[in-house]
């Protein structure tokens, strides 16, 4: 790393410092501040954090066992990839259950929280218009968990809960792809019309859509060092 990318932690009374300094470099993983494929120097993270190597080797360990890090003999801890099968798995997923999410949006959802979701389009379109990335990661994810809340289906809000932090890596990259982001406020405008007009089939059929080209958008940006083919 060239430059510090992580803020200095904030204690907090009711978190022990090696929970805080976990959740802040899982947090930089899932943003993309720290890459697939980057050595994690204990020190230097440690700098930037202002706190002792200590409770950062223990969150590297820990963000090994969830799979976020791994150990390379001789050489030391790195980002863990994702691999062309870990997209096509999650977007496999990720297509059947937004699918449902938003047939059951179109006939559930209330005129309130249709009136939500149009509101939310527009907070999108203003990130998407300065180019601020974590603005457009912000608002997609807030736009997505609206629409598994429509639903009013908790078991399948349960199930996108499990994959979301996978779900936030390769969001980050697929957003930062050259106009997704405007191509994704678009899709989702057609989604919020079709629930409007509750054509639950119509929802179905976008919202589908709408994963499909972003599972395209992640793999054509991650041609390269950040994602491993099996």
Do not use: W
Not at 113 to 138: F, M
């Amino acid at each position: 790393m060239t430059e510090p990318r992580l803020v200095p932690i904030q204690l907090d009374a009711y978190k022990p410092l090696r929970e805080i300094v976990f959740e802040t470099l899982r947090e930089a993983i899932l943003s993309g501040k720290l890459e697939p494929g980057e050595r994690l120097m204990e020190i230097q993270l440690a700098e930037e954090m202002g706190v002792s190597r200590t409770p950062v080797r223990e969150a590297i360990r820990k963000l090994e066992l969830e799979g976020f890090v791994v150990m390379i003999p001789r050489k030391g801890a790195y980002v863990a990839g994702i691999s062309q099968k870990d997209v096509t798995d999650v977007f496999e997923v990720r297509a059947a259950l937004e699918a449902l999410a938003a047939g059951l949006a179109a006939e559930r959802a209330t005129d309130e929280e249709i009136e939500k979701l149009d509101r939310s389009l527009l907070a999108y379109s203003e990130q998407t218009n300065k180019q601020d990335i974590d603005g457009i990661v912000e608002s997609d994810t807030g736009f997505h968990e609206l629409l598994y809340k429509c639903s009013r289906n908790e078991r399948l809000q349960s199930m996108i809960t499990l994959l979301r932090e996978i779900i936030q890596r390769v969001r980050t990259v697929s957003l930062s792809q050259p106009g997704r982001s405007k191509d994704a406020v678009e899709e989702h405008r057609q989604i919020v019309d079709a629930i409007a007009e509750r054509n639950v089939e119509l929802a179905q059929h976008l919202a589908r859509e709408h994963i499909y080209n972003a599972e395209n958008s992640m793999l054509n940006s991650l041609k390269g060092a950040s994602i491993k083919h099996d």
